[in-house]
């Protein structure tokens, strides 16, 4: 198995060398990166990798990444298919780290019956703690008992596949690209609820990529490492990111401008008692393994092999650990699915609010449009009319008739 991992990353310097090297000890071949224009030292520790032959990188540093995650990522991963000949490939970002239930990411994904084109992860976050001495990964050592961000997805490598959200969240492909075609629903106006027999061959060779009921891996994600990473990572999303302007923006905003960036990071930042509460009522859970792993992990940049350290765990706590990943893995899926439905009835709604504010607007337009026609209409018929000026010739025999 050839297995490529795909990152985005913009300023990841504190972080971005201790993820290669963790996956890459863990199974990852190559990893191709799109930098958005790093002004950090990022470039440079990317560009050890791709001269050692680890790393592709691109770069693009059009700044909007909202906009264009979703596009590079479907790049990357198209290109880990057509050229890198990956068998599987996996989207990340720089604070995301693929954990496998055990033994290595290969293991977990070769364990895939073949019928089946991706795997769901769930993400677990592991909460800010102050800052002080060690890496990130020596102080945060306590995540969320139950993950509550969307999951995402490693999948099988396909020339067609799209990424259809920034954050690689999941993937799709189909035979020319044709989403719409194989993802639409079954239903017609006709009232026919199963499509013909052509139809549903169509659409059975179209749908690939389908999610394995299984859950052999998981995320650890550290979003919050430092005082120091929260400006970075501020100032980039203020500046690049292009997000929606809700309260949460507005507030971060404000606090930014106002150089209260520190005071907003106290309060995201976890105590010792909050740990301790957290962790007695169940929400929190004290996890050490990735600490204890990542030292492990040898520099690859000095020939180490991919799956080099496999995750090594007795049979009763694995037996556990799956039972743990599979709620917290359909617990995700089924909050995202029921938050998308009620999203979808939201748009639906503001749809039809559309519709009718502009069939109100039409109605209105044609009231006024055909009022001012009436009473131009009016005004022409009442008018009289006016006789044309005679000329000089018509004139002359207008003139009065000679007398006898």
Not at 271 to 282: F, K, P, R
């Amino acid at each position: 198995m050839r297995l490529v991992m795909t990152l985005k990353v913009r300023d990841e310097e504190d972080v971005i060398a201790d993820n290669l090297r963790f996956h890459r000890a863990l199974g990852v071949d190559h990893f191709i990166v799109m930098d958005n224009g790093s002004l950090d030292r990022t470039p440079e520790i990317l560009q050890r990798f791709a001269d050692a032959g680890l790393a592709e990188v691109l770069r693009d540093e059009r700044g909007d990444l909202r906009a264009l995650g979703a596009q590079w990522y479907t790049q990357m991963a198209r290109l880990a298919a057509t050229e890198l000949d990956a068998d599987w490939v996996i989207n990340n970002d720089a604070d995301e780290f693929w954990w496998p239930l055990s033994g290595t990411l290969k293991d977990a994904l070769s364990a895939i019956p073949d019928r089946f084109g991706a795997v769901v992860a769930p993400r677990a976050e592991f909460v800010g703690r102050p800052d002080g001495p060690g890496s990130f990964a020596e102080r945060l050592v306590v995540r969320e008992a139950r993950s509550s961000l969307q999951p995402k997805v490693a999948h099988r490598a396909d020339p067609d596949v799209v990424v259809l959200h920034r954050g690689a969240h999941d993937v799709a492909a189909a035979t020319g690209g044709d989403l719409w075609h194989a993802l639409r629903p079954p239903g017609r106006a006709v009232h026919r609820s199963v499509r013909m027999e052509t139809e549903l061959a169509d659409t059975e060779e179209d749908i690939r990529l389908v999610w394995a009921p299984m859950w052999p891996l998981r995320i650890f994600h550290f979003p919050l490492r430092s005082l120091e990473q929260f400006r970075r990572r501020t100032e980039i999303s203020l500046r690049h990111g292009g997000f929606r302007d809700s309260g949460r923006f507005r507030r971060l905003r404000r606090y930014y401008e106002e150089g209260r960036l520190e005071e907003l990071y106290d309060e995201l930042i976890w105590s010792d008692a909050a740990v301790e509460e957290g962790i007695g009522a169940g929400h929190l859970v004290r996890d050490e393994r990735f600490a204890k792993l990542l030292p492990r992990c040898p520099d690859p940049l000095g020939g180490s092999s991919a799956g080099t350290v496999p995750v090594e765990i007795g049979a009763p706590e694995l037996e556990r650990e799956r039972h743990e990943v599979e709620l917290d893995a359909m617990r995700l899926m089924t909050r995202t699915q029921r938050f998308t439905m009620l999203r979808l009835n939201q748009a639906r709604e503001q749809i039809d609010r559309l519709h009718a504010e502009r069939e109100l607007g039409r109605t209105r337009l044609n009231r006024t449009l055909g009022r001012r026609l009436l009473r131009l209409t009016r005004r022409l018929v009442g008018r009289p009319r006016k006789r044309p000026a005679p000329d000089d010739a018509a004139a002359a025999t207008a003139e009065e008739p000679p007398r006898d």
